[in-house]
């Protein structure tokens, strides 16, 4: 799902720039105060498992590929917040040593992958609150994977369908083949990242048990539960 | 670092190497959208060095991907434990800070 340079317009680059790095500074700023000894073996792992994960794509139908994204899968086990610094570390190394995703539209990968995936991690927090044990987590953790997939290619759509590269075909004609292919890859991600957790469950359960690193705000306080 | 850490740096690495050959080659969602409308990629602003997961100068397309891939797995895991010790340094500071006062 990475943009590559050439597709986006540049106001609208530096704006997706701007709107990441705005909401990169809250999360540094807590995993400043969050980050324990256990957080940062955990994270590194998890943060180049994505890495090579991202390299493997499984084929889907008719000549197309997804591969994972990954984010959920690390809000699961380390918070929104900390998920969105792991997903930005992986989409700046992919941009600038392996020419995977555009410099210019770095700002809008970081967005459509890392911030939407900080979000999606609220779905699988609801669905958790709300089903428990462990049938909550993996169906949280498979809705929310298979959400930030098609969320982030409704994003990815909207910002090409912005730019004058895509003017001609329309918002709407982008956004359906998108959202058609990516409906598909959600279910991959789902399956990957729910396998990922019941491995984790039956090897490491206590890995899934560290503090998350995620906003505290009062009103919407689903981030810090377990 | 953990024994758990070096296990599972050793089990990720292991199933790049095995899966590599089998990683579909096909354009992916956002690469087929694009070019079902017709639009070409341009090329790209920056030559990376590891340009489409690739070591320029090593022939087989299977180790210059495996190395390339072993390499970019190595170096997120490297920063992300340099950027995780710094906050982790922060927090201790904050503490410390916080007890004093």
């Known amino acids: 799902m990475h943009i590559p340079d050439g597709f986006l317009d540049l106001p609208l680059a530096i704006l997706l720039y701007a709107v990441s790095l705005l909401l990169l500074v809250p999360a540094f700023r807590k995993a400043g105060m969050a980050v324990g000894e256990k957080h940062v073996p955990l994270m590194s792992v998890l943060t180049a498992g994505v890495f090579a994960a991202q390299m493997l794509n499984f084929p889907i139908i008719f000549g197309t590929s997804g591969h994972l994204v990954g984010g959920v899968l690390i809000g699961v086990f380390l918070g929104p917040y900390a998920a969105m610094i792991s997903m930005t570390i992986v989409l700046v190394i992919q941009a600038l040593l392996f020419g995977d995703g555009g410099i210019i539209a770095m700002g809008a990968n970081i967005f459509n992958m890392a911030v939407v995936a900080a979000l999606s991690y609220y779905v699988y927090a609801l669905i958790k609150r709300g089903v428990s044990g462990k049938k909550g987590m993996m169906a949280g953790a498979f809705i929310a994977a298979w959400f930030s997939v098609v969320l982030g290619a409704i994003a990815a759509a909207i910002e090409l369908g912005l730019s004058s590269t895509f003017q001609a075909f329309g918002i709407v004609a982008i956004l359906s083949a998108m959202l058609f292919w990516h409906i598909i890859i959600g279910i991959g991600e789902g399956l990957i990242t729910v396998s990922v957790l019941t491995f984790t469950l039956r090897s490491r359960p206590d890995l899934l048990t560290l503090p998350k690193i995620a906003p505290s705000w009062r009103w919407i306080n689903l981030g810090e539960m377990g | ?101």
């Open chain 2, 1 to 101: 670092m953990e024994r758990w850490v070096k296990l599972a740096l050793a089990l990720i690495a292991l199933s790049l190497a095995v899966l590599i050959p089998f990683a579909s080659m096909f354009p992916d969602g956002l690469e087929r959208a694009v070019k079902t409308l017709g639009v070409e990629e341009a090329g790209s602003l920056l030559n990376a060095i590891f340009h489409d997961y690739a070591v320029g100068f090593i022939e087989n397309s299977y180790l210059s991907t495996l190395i390339a891939g072993l390499v970019g797995f190595f170096a997120v895991f490297a920063i992300t434990w340099t950027i995780g010790k710094a906050l982790k340094h922060r927090k201790t500071k904050n503490e410390t800070r916080g007890n004093i006062t």
